[in-house]
């Protein structure tokens, strides 16, 4: 007779909603990671924005061409702190899911050492079932044998 654990669909279930949770998980990370790399290109546009401006200083610029730069400059200030706040609640709803996963995995160990344990006890008893069957069928050969 087979191994067969009673929570098994439990089991199954479990396995799904962590893989569910996993896949939320990686989500989330990447929208926060795709903030940053979007951040970063934003300071550095604005490094290279902040040298042009000393540089068309330098070069005599119309002052048109230095307020439409100065414009360009205020605006990706503005987004930058827009994706500062957006990394915030990115953050947040990273460590949720991170919380959400964790939690899976935890219901999904229990069920896997359960299983295991079970599964352990049931070998265990097996063996045990077939050892006893082997000295069953020694003794009878042997009480034959006396006749």
Same mark, same amino acid.
């Given at each position: 007779?087979?191994?067969?654990?009673?929570?098994?669909?439990?089991?199954?279930?479990? &396995?799904?909603?962590?893989? =569910?949770?996993?896949?939320?998980?990686?989500?989330? $990370?990447?929208?926060? $990671?795709?903030?940053?790399?979007?951040?970063?290109?934003?300071? =550095? $546009?604005?490094?290279? $924005?902040?040298?042009? #401006?000393?540089?068309?200083?330098?070069?005599? *610029?119309?002052?048109?061409? +230095?307020?439409?730069?100065?414009?360009?400059?205020? #605006?990706? &200030?503005?987004?930058?702190?827009?994706?500062?706040?957006?990394?915030?609640?990115?953050? +947040?709803?990273? &460590?949720?899911?991170?919380?959400?996963?964790?939690?899976?995995?935890?219901?999904?160990?229990?069920?896997?050492?359960?299983?295991?344990?079970?599964?352990?006890?049931?070998?265990?008893?097996?063996?045990?079932?077939?050892?006893?069957?082997?000295?069953?069928?020694?003794?009878?050969? *042997?009480?034959?044998?006396?006749?």
């Amino acid at each position: 007779m087979a191994f067969h654990f009673v929570l098994a669909a439990v089991l199954r279930l479990r &396995q799904s909603v962590e893989r =569910q949770r996993t896949l939320q998980l990686q989500e989330a $990370s990447l929208k926060v $990671s795709r903030a940053m790399a979007k951040l970063a290109e934003v300071d =550095q $546009s604005l490094r290279e $924005s902040a040298e042009l #401006n000393a540089a068309a200083l330098q070069a005599g *610029r119309t002052a048109a061409e +230095i307020q439409f730069r100065g414009l360009v400059r205020e #605006n990706l &200030q503005k987004f930058g702190v827009e994706l500062q706040a957006d990394i915030a609640k990115f953050e +947040i709803v990273r &460590q949720a899911a991170l919380v959400e996963y964790q939690r899976a995995y935890r219901d999904r160990e229990i069920l896997e050492t359960l299983r295991a344990s079970q599964r352990r006890i049931y070998k265990q008893e097996e063996l045990r079932r077939q050892q006893q069957e082997l000295d069953a069928a020694y003794l009878l050969q *042997r009480w034959h044998r006396r006749d």
